[in-house]
Structures are given as structure tokens and as C-alpha cells.
């Protein structure tokens, strides 16, 4: 399979490697088919979707950030980062992670009852 993607270009694919969100993702509920992206060299991944390949958003590994960070479901979590040219607001919503199981190729957003996660963490701190 092929896409034309606004951060990549042409990408060419197997059908084995989309990850599916049976939910969506929230804002993007009618699009279940991402792909998950990461360069050499680079912090973050891209998760892309397979439908609709200019909707795609860029992810950090949260176990970086913080290796007490809750797991679900043998899934990995994944903030979504808003990116600025400025670095100093570049943030991660650690509030609603999006949890990928790479080996089931399932991903979920879940919104975490917990005070300490904050919707906009700052990622670099001046």
C-alpha cells in the first residue's frame, strides 16, 4: 500500500504495519488506520493515519520522561506533543496518553484520572 503524507512524502507500506484505534483518536474519531513513524536521529515518532494521510501527530515515548508512568493493557504510551518553533513551548499532553500495542497493533487514548498528568508539560525547560 501506498500514502502521500505532508511530513514524509510518498511512504510504502505493508498492511501489517497499521496500527488500529477502534475508537479514534479524540478530534479524529473517524479515522482508525495510523501508522506509527520514527526516523534515525529523531525524538519523536509520527503516528499517520492511513485514511487521511494529512492528519498525523507527533509523539514522544512518555517512558522517557518519567519510567513510573502508568502502563494499560501491554501497551506502550505515547504523549502528543504540540510543536513551536520556540522550544520553550513545545509541550506533551501527558493527561490523555495514546497507548500502542505494537505486537497487536492496537493503539487507545485514554484520559487518566490522575491530578499529576498535565495537559500541556512543557518538554524543554529553559
Known amino acids: 500500500m501506498?500514502?502521500?503524507t505532508k511530513q514524509f512524502g510518498e511512504i510504502e507500506f505493508d498492511e501489517n504495519l497499521i496500527i488500529k484505534f477502534d475508537a479514534g483518536i479524540f478530534g479524529f474519531e473517524e479515522y482508525s488506520?495510523?501508522?506509527l513513524?520514527?526516523?534515525d536521529n529523531?525524538?519523536?515518532y509520527w503516528l499517520n493515519s492511513?485514511?487521511?494521510p494529512e492528519v498525523a501527530f507527533p509523539l514522544i515515548g512518555i517512558r522517557i520522561l518519567d519510567d513510573e508512568y502508568p502502563f494499560e493493557d501491554n501497551g506502550e504510551p505515547f504523549g502528543i506533543?504540540?510543536?513551536n518553533s520556540d522550544p520553550s513551548k513545545?509541550?506533551?499532553n501527558l493527561k490523555a496518553p495514546i497507548y500502542i500495542n505494537q505486537?497487536?497493533?492496537v493503539g487507545e487514548q485514554r484520559i487518566l484520572d490522575n491530578d499529576k498528568y498535565s495537559v500541556d508539560y512543557n518538554l524543554f525547560i529553559d
Do not use: A, N, P, S
Open 2 to 4: 501506498k500514502i502521500q
Open 33 to 35: 488506520k495510523y501508522l
Open 37 to 39: 513513524i520514527k526516523t
Open 42 to 44: 529523531e525524538l519523536f
Open 50 to 52: 492511513v485514511e487521511e
Open 81 to 83: 506533543v504540540t510543536l
Open 90 to 92: 513545545i509541550t506533551v
Open 103 to 105: 505486537d497487536k497493533k
